[in-house]
């Protein structure tokens, strides 16, 4: 069997760049090209000393460890403990995640088994199970583009949700209860009393208000005309408020007696503050039904 040892070292130092790079990404630290190129070119290396005589020692799993440590240290240098501890741990956790998806995706489309004559029956060499080049050519950078993907969306849900605090918000004998998004951007108060303006989601809410109520704050510019009188009339409020490409919009918003905000650190209850009526959905995926003012979270009327 010809083995084409340079076609195999070349694919070698571009999966090892690819490698070192999105470690890199994931770390967030800015990596110069050349001490990636560095490191790849290391890590190459390997599948060479595999085939000269008397490097058999190289496959032992103490030296795997001890080279990992010299291709890390080439690449992202050595600050401190903690840090290219950190990077070692990632580089391995990218290599193992690329490799199961190569394994993976390879046993996915594979078709090894077949039914003959009603008898299960299955094809194999007495060489292990190949994956094909085109195969690694192809799927590779698929996985990488996938696995980067995928990573860069799990840290963005861990930031959204580390923004994600409960709240309860307490109308008479009414007690909503939602989970909040902690938007900093929000900006909006009320132009008399100053109260910051909470948002909330009355698509998913609505249920918990009277169809008189929801009449009246459906149709902000005539809520005090003549008709019944609800309950809560004497609670709502008009907030104007600007929108991207829109001017002089007004928001319907009511006055609860308090709203309790928890979050990982504390928990506190608010008094003076709006809940303004969105009936128009906050988030597609359903993730939260609120929008709190940061503000709010400054004010220290802490629950017991």
């Given at each position: 069997?010809?083995?084409?040892l340079d076609?195999?070292?070349?694919?070698?130092i571009c999966?090892?760049y690819?490698l070192?790079m999105?470690t890199?990404?994931l770390?967030?630290?800015?990596?110069?090209k050349?001490?990636?190129a560095?490191?790849?070119?290391?890590?190459?290396?390997?599948?060479?000393f595999?085939?000269?005589?008397?490097?058999?020692f190289m496959?032992?799993?103490l030296?795997?460890?001890?080279?990992?440590?010299?291709i890390?240290?080439?690449t992202?240098?050595?600050t401190?403990f903690?840090?290219?501890?950190?990077?070692w741990?990632l580089f391995?956790?990218?290599?193992?995640?690329?490799?199961?998806?190569m394994l993976?995706?390879?046993?996915?489309?594979k078709?090894?088994?077949?039914?003959?004559?009603?008898?299960?029956a299955?094809?194999?060499?007495?060489?292990?199970?190949?994956v094909s080049?085109?195969?690694?050519l192809?799927g590779?950078?698929?996985?990488?583009?996938?696995?980067?993907k995928?990573?860069?969306?799990?840290?963005a849900?861990?930031?959204?949700?580390?923004?994600?605090?409960?709240?309860?918000?307490?109308?008479?004998?009414?007690?909503?209860?939602?989970?909040?998004?902690?938007?900093s951007g929000?900006?909006?108060?009320?132009p008399?009393?100053?109260?910051?303006?909470?948002?909330?989601?009355?698509?998913?809410?609505?249920?918990?208000?009277?169809d008189?109520?929801?009449?009246?704050?459906?149709?902000?510019?005539?809520?005090?005309?003549?008709?019944e009188?609800d309950?809560?009339?004497?609670?709502?409020?008009?907030?104007p408020?600007r929108?991207?490409g829109?001017?002089?919009q007004?928001?319907?918003a009511?006055?609860p007696?308090?709203?309790e905000?928890?979050?990982?650190?504390?928990?506190?209850?608010v008094?003076k503050?709006?809940?303004?009526?969105s009936?128009?959905?906050?988030?597609?995926e359903?993730?939260y039904?609120?929008?709190?003012?940061?503000k709010?979270?400054?004010e220290?009327?802490?629950?017991?």
């Amino acid at each position: 069997m010809a083995v084409y040892l340079d076609v195999i070292w070349l694919l070698n130092i571009c999966f090892d760049y690819m490698l070192l790079m999105l470690t890199s990404l994931l770390l967030k630290r800015h990596v110069r090209k050349r001490r990636l190129a560095a490191g790849a070119l290391v890590a190459s290396l390997y599948v060479i000393f595999l085939f000269i005589p008397g490097m058999e020692f190289m496959v032992n799993p103490l030296v795997k460890l001890f080279y990992s440590l010299i291709i890390v240290s080439m690449t992202f240098g050595f600050t401190r403990f903690r840090s290219f501890l950190q990077s070692w741990l990632l580089f391995y956790f990218v290599t193992f995640m690329i490799g199961g998806g190569m394994l993976g995706a390879h046993y996915f489309f594979k078709q090894d088994v077949g039914v003959y004559n009603g008898a299960i029956a299955t094809q194999g060499t007495g060489f292990g199970d190949p994956v094909s080049w085109g195969f690694v050519l192809v799927g590779f950078p698929v996985i990488w583009l996938f696995s980067k993907k995928r990573l860069s969306e799990i840290e963005a849900k861990k930031i959204h949700y580390d923004q994600i605090a409960t709240v309860k918000i307490t109308i008479d004998d009414v007690i909503v209860t939602a989970a909040a998004l902690i938007d900093s951007g929000n900006q909006l108060r009320d132009p008399l009393s100053g109260a910051p303006v909470m948002i909330l989601d009355m698509t998913i809410h609505s249920e918990q208000f009277s169809d008189q109520f929801l009449e009246k704050a459906k149709n902000v510019t005539d809520f005090q005309s003549e008709g019944e009188v609800d309950r809560w009339e004497h609670r709502l409020r008009i907030v104007p408020f600007r929108a991207v490409g829109q001017d002089h919009q007004f928001l319907c918003a009511l006055k609860p007696d308090e709203v309790e905000i928890t979050t990982k650190e504390e928990t506190l209850v608010v008094k003076k503050v709006l809940v303004g009526l969105s009936f128009q959905s906050l988030s597609g995926e359903k993730e939260y039904s609120c929008i709190l003012h940061p503000k709010m979270l400054a004010e220290k009327a802490n629950a017991s």
